[in-house]
């Protein structure tokens, strides 16, 4: 009896080592295939929808029409809460209405993760100039990245 035990420990053991082994490598190699970096369509720009044309350009707006003020240190703690949430609001119009196809949805994903880094560094009360920094420059990819007809750069 004492036999049978330690053999079906054993191979329970056996069994619990090959399935985190191979569940470690599944997950080591879903790592390598997120990429941070956006990329181009084989060199073309991605095709967007309309609500990714309203919800970057309602982006752009929310930070356009505040810029003068943070650039000269006269934005305070309560208007930078405000902005963050304004942002996220935006941001969450374009996760709920957005329909691009997986490769674009993806690249999308990458550069709204940096909008979403400049809202949590807004949100965070350390140094909160620098988050705006951070959404500026993800509008200024955008173009690069997204084909939008009607896109305006953003004025400042």
Not at 6 to 23: C, K
Request: with cysteine.
């Amino acid at each position: 009896m004492k036999n049978i035990i330690y053999i079906t420990a054993f191979i329970g053991s056996f069994i619990v080592l090959q399935l985190s082994t191979v569940i470690a490598q599944e997950h080591e190699h879903d790592g390598q295939t997120h990429k941070l970096e956006l990329e181009l369509n084989q060199g073309k720009r991605w095709t967007i929808d309309e609500s990714l044309h309203i919800g970057m350009t309602s982006l752009k707006r929310e930070i356009e029409i505040n810029l003068e003020a943070i650039h000269n240190n006269q934005f305070s703690a309560v208007q930078y809460q405000e902005l963050a949430g304004s942002l996220n609001d935006h941001l969450n119009f374009l996760f709920k209405n957005c329909k691009l196809e997986p490769k674009a949805d993806a690249q999308l994903h990458i550069l709204l993760a940096r909008i979403m880094n400049g809202v949590e560094q807004i949100k965070s009360d350390d140094n909160q100039k620098q988050g705006v920094v951070l959404i500026i420059q993800s509008l200024q990819e955008y173009p690069v990245y997204f084909e939008d007809s009607n896109w305006q750069s953003l004025k400042h």
